[in-house]
């Protein structure tokens, strides 16, 4: 984690919009925006476009980009921040960073609203959610209903477009679409900058263990584009989320917040199923490798409890159980990096 409020915000280029520039009207100097990105297109113009009507101050955070990405942000008052290509990157470094410019320029802001670059932010929600931060002290970040835009596109992404919908109430993680209170971030020094997954989720441990609570609000917040169409694409998304689970749990372990220690279970036990059986079967009795039975039985089992005539009922469940392998590399890749001792690399999907 960095400190955050103290360290000198990264400066822009000499040739973009000056500090303060409006968005077609006064900045609304409680909220300001911090968008991430790398490699967006055509994803982070429709994105800058869409923050537009909150006339709020907005930060561009761009990790590496070869797309022309940069010169897409630059104009309409939006302060343009490149990370230094010489660490490594991370969403939770990249948000950080947005974080500090948007103080470093306007110190007095209340609240932060984080968006990634692959998403469009809904024109309604940052003022409910100013409105109900406003009414409930207790509460230090909001999240609404994240949508995919394209869930009929394919199986992974409508499974993406499930995960976003969150039960509505309190809630114990967010996602990388939030708002936030600025001074709780601060207190908390923000994200963990070596998270290279899973950082929303910790941040949300360690706001919730200063006292604080996370609400996911019934209202529309984002629309994502996970643009995940091809097999691979998917396993390396699970890979990732097991080495969240792994990092994530491991760090809080010995708290009464901590999280995702379920999920960590199933991702060992039925990814590590395989070589269970078959080393039972090799060592002791052939009968062992009728473990493997059980995956198909978790099949089954998920398919009916999904609703009757649900959507591609069958392929959610066999897709939720097959899941449990790259998630289970991940588990291995984070425990093996351990014992390296080595840097975490970034696993990018897309």
């Known amino acids: 984690m960095t400190e955050l409020g103290s360290c000198a915000p990264h400066r822009r280029d000499d040739d973009s919009t000056a500090p303060g520039t409006e968005h077609g009207g006064a900045p609304a100097r409680s909220v300001g925006i911090v968008i991430i990105g790398r490699n967006e297109g055509q994803r982070l113009v429709d994105c800058l476009a869409s923050v537009a009507s909150a006339h709020a101050p907005t930060v561009y955070v761009d990790s590496g980009s070869t797309d022309g990405s940069v010169a897409a942000a630059q104009g309409g008052g939006t302060a343009i921040v490149r990370l230094d290509m010489s660490r490594p990157f991370t969403a939770a470094r990249a948000r950080n ?10 110190p007095d802001l209340d609240f932060v609203q984080f968006v990634d670059g692959d998403c469009v932010l809904d024109p309604r929600w940052i003022g409910a959610a100013v409105d109900f931060l406003n009414s409930r002290p ?63 989720p910790d941040l949300c441990v360690r706001l919730r263990t200063n006292g604080w609570s996370i609400w996911r ?24 989320a097991g080495h969240a689970f792994a990092e994530v749990s491991r760090r809080h372990a010995g708290s009464e917040f901590g999280i995702w220690k379920p999920s960590l279970v199933r991702a060992v ?51 939720s159980v097959l899941g449990k392998f790259p998630e289970f590399q991940g588990v291995a890749r984070f425990y093996a990096s351990l014992l390296r001792k080595g840097d975490r690399t970034i696993i990018e999907y897309k």
């Open 97 to 106: 960073a947005g974080f500090r410019e948007l103080i470093g320029i306007y």
């Open 269 to 319: 036990v039925w990814g590590g199923l395989p070589i269970v059986a078959v080393a039972a079967a090799l060592l002791w009795h052939p009968v062992f490798v009728m473990l493997l039975g059980l995956l198909p039985l978790q099949v089954i089992r998920l398919g009916l409890r999904r609703p009757e005539g649900a959507k591609e009922r069958w392929a959610h469940a066999f897709f």
């Open 217 to 240: 609000l019934d209202a529309e917040m984002t629309r994502h584009d996970a643009n995940i169409t091809r097999f691979s694409q998917w396993w390396r998304r699970s890979v990732r």
């Open 138 to 200: 207790d509460v230090a970040l909001v999240f609404g209903r994240r949508r995919e835009m394209h869930p009929d596109a394919s199986i992974f992404n409508a499974m993406c477009d499930e995960e976003w919908n969150a039960p509505v109430g309190q809630a114990l993680e967010c996602g990388g679409d939030t708002l936030i209170r600025g001074d709780a971030f601060k207190a908390v020094q923000g994200f963990s900058d070596t998270l290279i997954a899973g950082e929303e």
